[in-house]
């Protein structure tokens, strides 16, 4: 899928969103094994008990049977290019290492890869003793 299609379907993930303190919406959509899922940020008056887009379009797929992710776009209501927050990458990181990241403002595309992002991130490798 190229990233476009999948910019909208984040961008449809988006309205979804439950940001009702922050009202910062976020949507993701990622592809794996050809199967578009996706996810949305969804607020917790317990700030910590907030699930961010990237982990919720992540934990559908995976929760499916796909762990192999190849691409996530991710948009935000902010207008601006929205990259993933740690824990985020770090997840990516799990699932996707060898996966592209794409980021849209509404105008321009970026890419990056889960490494450009989380260069030093820790894997099953680092447990390894």
């Not at 794996?32 to 969804?42: F, P, S």
């Amino acid at each position: 899928m190229d990233n476009r299609k999948l910019i909208d379907k984040a961008l449809e993930a988006m309205n979804y969103a439950y940001a009702p303190y922050s009202k910062f919406k976020v949507g993701a959509a990622l592809i794996t094994d050809g199967v578009v899922y996706t996810g949305c940020n969804i607020e917790n008056s317990s700030f910590g008990a907030t699930i961010c887009a990237e982990r919720c379009a992540i934990s559908k797929a995976v929760s499916e049977g796909h762990k192999n992710i190849q691409k996530i776009a991710i948009v935000s209501s902010s207008g601006d290019f929205t990259p993933p927050c740690g824990i985020c990458r770090q997840v990516m990181e799990e699932f996707m290492a060898d996966g592209t990241v794409v980021l849209s403002n509404g105008k321009e595309i970026k890419e990056y890869t889960v490494r450009d992002l989380l260069p030093a991130g820790f894997s099953a490798e680092d447990m390894k003793g």
